[in-house]
T-cell receptor
Framework: GQQLNQSPQSMFIQEGEDVSMNCTSSSIFNTWLWYKQDPGEGPVLLIA?????ELTSNGRLTAQFGITRKDSFLNISASIPSDVGIYFC????????????FGTGTRLLVSP | GAVVSQHPSWVICKSGTSVKIECRSLDFQATTMFWYRQFPKQSLMLMATSNEGSKATYEQGVEKDKFLINHASLTLSTLTVTSAHPEDSSFYIC???????????FGPGTRLTVT
């Protein structure tokens, strides 16, 4: 099935550092979502983006919906150990029908 | 609010047997439920979409006779893996949308190991 390309694949950073990851697609999406998944659990929604160019924050997290509607990025500022996990972007092509296409994931490790 | 549960959280079964996984929306009515499969260190791949009272729509490459989905009520969907084989071992995650269809709420996942 279709997947979105995420980079980097993994990151190992020190606590307090800022993190940036992005997600690209060859197709246009009308909605972009960012999820975090802890080991052995389902993904949890972090941020939802609904308009091209939209920049949205949720605490230390900031995400943007690319102007071309083919990409999105997620920034995490001042990382803490509990930020450890796998971050997935996901896109929805058609509004009103929630069929998600997930990205390949970015594994984040934070050392105290 | 918007809690989705799955049962069991993990299951081990022998090759050739069938196993049923339940997905429940605890505090909302789920008009649409989705089933995903996630292999180790990989992303979530959508298997099928089900609407209450109608047949599930399967993604390309997913065998509908092997992965039976029943969405009999607005709070329950089940996935039955029939004649399971070791290659079916995976993490199965369900999600659900409410009547607004606005957000997809994910369950905690079920780890299936076929020996």
């Amino acid at each position: 099935g279709q997947q979105l390309n995420q980079s980097p694949q993994s990151m190992f950073i020190q606590e307090g550092e800022d993190v940036s990851m992005n997600c690209t697609s060859s197709s246009i999406f009308n909605t972009w979502l960012w999820y975090k998944q802890d080991p052995g659990e389902g993904p949890v929604l972090l941020i939802a983006l609904y308009k091209a160019g939209e920049l949205t924050s949720n605490g230390r997290l900031t995400a943007q919906f690319g102007i071309t509607r083919k990409d999105s990025f997620l920034n995490i500022s001042a990382s803490i150990p509990s930020d450890v996990g796998i971050y997935f972007c996901a896109g929805i092509m058609n509004t009103g029908f929630q069929k998600l296409v997930f990205g390949t994931g970015t594994r984040l490790l934070v050392s105290p | 609010g918007a809690v989705v549960s799955q049962h069991p959280s993990w299951v081990i079964c022998k090759s050739g047997t069938s196993v049923k996984i339940e997905c429940r929306s605890l505090d909302f009515q789920a008009t649409t439920m989705f089933w995903y499969r996630q292999f180790p260190k990989q992303s979530l791949m959508l298997m099928a979409t089900s609407n209450e009272g109608s047949k599930a729509t399967y993604e390309q490459g997913v065998e509908k006779d092997k992965f039976l989905i029943n969405h009999a009520s607005l709070t329950l969907s089940t996935l039955t893996v029939t004649s399971a084989h070791p290659e079916d071992s995976s993490f199965y995650i369900c999600s659900a949308t409410d009547t607004s269809g606005y957000e997809q709420y994910f369950g905690p996942g079920t780890r299936l190991t076929v020996t």
